[in-house]
């Protein structure tokens, strides 16, 4: 970190020190739940999306900018306000000199990095992150902001619903995987730069893809359980021979399911009706690990009585045809 | 010496035996992966999906053959139990496993030309082959295009009836079929119906 970043964090370390009471009982720095706090908060706020936003872009508030670099720049409130970090003010990342345009040169190295805030968290998740493929082989080039956009990252635990999860955190390593431009960009780091492999091609022995795309992550295939309790996923992407191809993984009763993408889901009524798993009826049907015990024992009971009684029968027909042969000799 | 009569077409012998197998490959298939167990030494998950879209589809063609060789040949006419006295003649029949063949009387309704089935097998073939098979083959069709299941039913996964319908109904038919071999060794020798579904010549 610059000096300036030192500097900057251990105003802010004061100035939350000094606002304590609002910050109390937070996991991370910078809590805001005053709602005064909340309202400048917003209302600073909207004087950045006067320009970053679809609205503002549309209608700029001065003629002299460079509106194609600001396309590119445009972030959505919506996003914002459903975002772990609803409620910040932009320049608490982004530092207080950007309530001026034109932006002052060199701004960039200032934004606060995750570790900032999230000293314990970050910590744990480096260690992992650190044993990735990502980490490993394209080195600084691949951060936590690669993966998680900060103005719309929502945590899973908050999410709740896995549909929702699913289709957020698989968002994250399609928007690279399938993208060439934005691949290569990543891949110009390796020794030898590598063409984006097709993510279709790449698990061609995975029946209906997509499906899995839209009710399975990535990574509940491409990580490892977390060995560190308080993380709820691990972020040690594995390399591919190490990802999981075993289907009965996910498709048993023992399903690694229940306790990583379902974890959140709400084991709703749909328990009463006696399934194995029952977080999984309100959003997937998993062959193998949605299953009702009662149904099945009673199928297996209606076979195991129809073969008894069948050898039975058959018994009877061969005693029977043997006595009447008896008889008539 | 037994007398012999012509019953069965080829075509239909031959739709016979292919489904027989196809029926045979989609139950074992279909419990490997109803059942998938690291513990269970079943058919592996992935070949087991594979098997069975194969002959899910191929079954589906067989059912769609059958059912136009069904109208085209007349044959469907056997499926109709014909009043009066279906109940009754249910009955009979159903009096005849249960009893009659163990004392070795004579089949109630010996299978002839113009009616192959007795009232018996004509009502159970008729809801295996017109009710519970087309469930399973729509349903089966629906899980192999999960975008045609609703997205949700009952506030559930829209694909859970479809596939617990998938579950029952296959395991009607492949119940029925297991009492189904069990009754073809009811013939004049235990393996005379067997011969007649090869050949085509009945014996009586
Ligand atoms: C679930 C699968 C099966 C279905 C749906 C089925 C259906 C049928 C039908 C509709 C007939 C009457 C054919 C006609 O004349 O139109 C028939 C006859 C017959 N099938 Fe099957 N079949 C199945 C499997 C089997 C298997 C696996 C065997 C033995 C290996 C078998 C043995 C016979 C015999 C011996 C007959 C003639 C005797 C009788 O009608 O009782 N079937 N089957």
């Not at chain 1, 030192?6 to 020190?17: E, G, K, N, T, Y």
């Not at chain 1, 609205?55 to 670099?69: F, I, L, Q, T």
């Not at chain 1, 009763?253 to 993408?261: G, I, K, P, T």
């Not at chain 1, 084991?267 to 009463?272: G, L, M, S």
Request: proline share 6%.
């Amino acid at each position: 970190m610059t000096i300036a970043g030192w500097a900057r964090s251990l105003a802010m370390v004061l100035a939350f020190a000094c606002a304590g009471v609002a910050a109390r009982a937070q996991d991370a720095k910078g809590v805001v739940t005053d709602p005064a706090i909340l309202e400048k908060n917003r209302k600073e706020n909207a004087e950045c999306y006067g320009c970053h936003s679809e609205a503002g872009y549309k209608n700029p508030p001065r003629a002299d900018m460079d509106m194609v670099k600001l396309r590119a720049l445009l972030h959505d409130p919506a996003k914002f306000d459903g975002s772990n970090h609803v409620g910040m003010n932009c320049k608490i990342c982004h530092g207080q000199p950007y309530e001026t345009y034109p932006h002052p040169a060199g701004l960039k190295q200032n934004l606060s990095p995750c570790s900032e805030c999230h000293a314990t968290k970050s910590l744990r998740v480096e260690k992992q992150f650190e044993d990735s493929v990502h980490a490993k082989n394209l080195k600084d080039a691949f951060t936590c902001q690669t993966c998680h956009d900060p103005h719309v990252y929502k945590v899973a635990q908050k999410i709740g619903d896995p549909r929702v999860i699913v289709a957020q955190d698989n968002q994250m390593c399609i928007d690279c995987h399938n993208s060439d431009l934005r691949y290569s960009k990543f891949s110009a780091q390796l020794s030898t730069q590598k063409v984006r492999p097709d993510l279709d091609t790449l698990h061609k022995w995975l029946p209906n893809a997509r499906l899995h795309w839209q009710a399975a992550r990535c990574i509940d295939c491409h990580t490892p359980v977390s060995k560190v309790k308080s993380l709820q996923t691990s972020h040690e992407i594995l390399a591919k021979d190490k990802a999981e191809k075993n289907c009965v993984a996910c498709h048993s009763q023992q399903s690694q399911l229940a306790a990583r993408l379902y974890r959140y889901a709400a084991t709703n009524a749909a328990a009463d009706l006696g399934f194995t798993n029952p977080s999984y009826l309100g959003s997937a049907y998993v062959i193998g690990a949605t299953r009702n015990p009662w149904l099945d024992w009673g199928i297996i009971g209606a076979f195991a009585a129809t073969i008894l009684g069948l050898f039975v029968h058959g018994a009877i027909r061969v005693v029977a045809a043997g006595l009447r042969g008896r008889r008539a000799s | 010496m037994s007398s012999r009569e012509y019953l069965l077409p080829l075509w239909l012998r031959l739709w016979h035996w292919t489904n027989a197998v196809l029926m045979i490959v989609l139950a074992v298939t279909g419990a490997s992966l109803h059942f998938a167990d690291p513990e269970l030494k079943l058919v592996p998950f992935s070949l087991a999906t594979t098997i069975h879209e194969i002959a899910g589809i191929a079954l589906a063609v067989t059912y769609a053959f059958f059912v136009v060789a069904n109208i085209v040949s007349g044959n469907w006419w056997q499926y109709v139990p014909k009043p009066p006295g279906v109940l009754h003649r249910c009955w009979v029949q159903t009096r005849y496993y249960m009893w009659g063949i163990f004392r070795g009387e004579p089949h109630p309704y010996p299978p002839t030309k113009e009616v192959n089935f007795n009232a018996l097998q004509a009502v159970v073939y008729w809801t295996i082959m017109y009710v519970a098979v087309p469930v399973v083959i729509l349903t089966g069709l629906v899980f192999f295009y999960p975008t045609w299941a609703p997205e949700r039913m009952f506030g559930l996964d829209g694909l859970l009836p479809i596939a617990m319908l998938h579950y029952v109904a296959g395991a009607a038919v492949i119940l029925f079929m297991v009492a189904h071999i069990y009754l073809g060794t009811m013939g004049v020798r235990p393996t005379s119906l067997f011969r007649m579904m090869i050949t085509g010549w009945h014996e009586h």
